[in-house]
């Protein structure tokens, strides 16, 4: 169960991301998003008068709820808890340990895994990203 849920999160390229991504007619729907952010910010100090249709307001609400998550999950991570990712070695290695000696797997050591992993996720893809702009330079 919670895994379908985890999948319909709209701001991971789960499921719930692609059926945002089919209804607004987006096919890289997070890029877009955060384009329309930023085109947004930069247009308020030129201050010219923009009419939007509501696909255009949703993407731009989107990015703005996208830009958030991200944000508090970083900032939930590295700040209120960076001992998820110093210890992540030493959690995974206990949790494999206790897996293997067939004790009992609480969700709580559980947890303590699934935070870092989403994070180190995350930043994988962000480097294969930033990887491949700079092949194209």
Do not use: C, H
């Amino acid at each position: 169960m919670i895994t379908s849920l985890f999948n319909l999160l709209p701001f991971s390229r789960g499921d719930g991301y692609w059926i945002l991504s089919d209804l607004t007619n987006k096919p890289n729907l997070s890029a877009g998003s955060i384009k329309k952010v930023s085109n947004v910010l930069k247009g308020l100090f030129s201050r010219k008068k923009v009419k939007w249709s509501n696909s255009e307001f949703f993407i731009f609400v989107y990015g703005l709820m996208n830009i958030s998550f991200l944000s508090l999950f970083l900032y939930y991570t590295l700040i209120k808890n960076p001992g998820s990712i110093i210890y992540f070695p030493i959690n995974i290695y206990n949790f494999a340990k206790n897996a293997i000696a067939g004790d009992a797997i609480s969700l709580l050591s559980f947890r303590k895994l699934l935070i870092p992993i989403i994070f180190y996720m995350m930043a994988f893809k962000f480097l294969l990203s930033l990887k491949k702009k700079l092949s194209k330079i």
